[in-house]
T-cell receptor, first 109, second 116 residues
């Protein structure tokens, strides 16, 4: 059965902290892993990872894929209250995406 | 470039009724997929359409159905509504021509369904 598991389920940190969110996947015919941020409404795209070991960065966010371990991490440094959201990861086949249940991040001022 | 548009944004129905939700994808996107999101369950895949054909279906009962039109717009229908169908229904579109670089999903803001 194809599945994606995220941990932790929820996380509360203080502004300025660094957080690491985990995603493990078991997806047949795996093509890519995607990270999304969901605040009150539509999930917005963060990263798509297809190659193992190559870090992708966007500002304070970075992510890396480990195909040997079937996992990915999302790092957020110097967290801000605006980072509070649910972070979703998805394992993609050609025509289907398997989402985890998400990690709910709360950043306290 | 207009994003993915879903209508209606909010709706309230009673048990036993049916509902139709609409999704207009980003221009040029031929793949439209639907997800149900509930607290604790995350996004659960309903079905995916590409060029008017359903390519994949998730593990939902037959009360959930969908279709895609020639202009790539898609509708999903839920018949005989149950209380457990209350959820945020998200539509996503993508180019999905087969290459990994086209795999990104673009989501609409969702239709929030409440069943009383």
């Amino acid at each position: 059965e194809d599945k994606v598991v995220q941990s932790p389920l929820s996380l509360v940190v203080h502004e300025g902290d660094t957080v690491t969110l985990n995603c493990s996947y078991e997806v047949t015919n795996f093509r890519s892993l995607l990270w999304y941020k969901q605040e009150k409404k539509a999930p917005t795209f963060l990263f798509m990872l297809t190659s193992s070991g190559i870090e992708k960065k966007s500002g304070r966010l970075s992510s890396i894929l480990d195909k040997k371990e079937l996992s990915s991490i999302l790092n957020i440094t110097a967290t801000q209250t605006g980072d509070s959201a649910i972070y979703l990861c998805a394992g993609a086949q050609v025509d289907q995406f398997y989402f985890g249940t998400g990690t709910s991040l709360t950043v306290i001022p | 470039k207009a994003g993915v548009t879903q209508t209606p944004r909010y709706l309230i129905k009673t048990r036993g009724q049916q509902v139709t939700l609409s999704c207009s994808p980003i221009s040029g996107h031929r793949s439209v997929s639907w997800y149900q999101q509930t607290p604790g369950q995350g996004l659960q895949f309903l079905f995916e359409y590409f060029s008017e054909t359903q390519r994949n279906k998730g593990n939902f009962p037959g009360r959930f159905s969908g279709r895609q039109f020639s202009n790539s717009r898609s509708e999903m229908n839920v018949s005989t509504l149950e209380l457990g169908d209350s959820a945020l229904y998200l539509c996503a579109s993508s180019l999905n021509t087969g290459g990994p670089e086209t795999g990104e999903l673009f989501f609409g803001e969702g239709s929030r369904l409440t069943v009383l």
